[in-house]
């Protein structure tokens, strides 16, 4: 059984803190500038625990963050990602 360090659970938890304050931040109003600067926080962070573990964020939970993010200023969204997608 392996154990993560410290820092590498600190870094977890400080990543989801964050992603929790956005998604707050979302539903309360924030300003997109304080919402990208979470985000950023987030890549921060990443980078970080890639480092100390080797291990990065799914990217489908990125996706889901910059989705939240286009969709509070009203934008469309198209998934050309997506298996069934248009083409």
Do not use: C, H, V, Y
């Not at 989801?16 to 707050?24: C, E």
């Not at 539903?27 to 100390?52: F, H, P, V, W, Y």
């Not at 993010?69 to 998934?79: H, M, N, P, T």
């Amino acid at each position: 059984m392996t154990t993560e360090s410290s820092t590498l659970r600190e870094i977890r938890e400080s990543i989801l803190a964050d992603t929790n304050a956005f998604l707050t931040g979302l539903e309360s109003g924030a300003t997109n500038d304080q919402l990208r600067s979470l985000l950023q926080r987030i890549r921060e962070k990443e980078i970080q625990m890639l480092k100390e573990g080797g291990t990065m964020l799914d990217p489908k939970i990125w996706k889901i963050l910059i989705n939240r993010l286009a969709l509070k200023d009203g934008q469309e969204i198209i998934d050309n990602t997506a298996p069934n997608a248009p083409r």
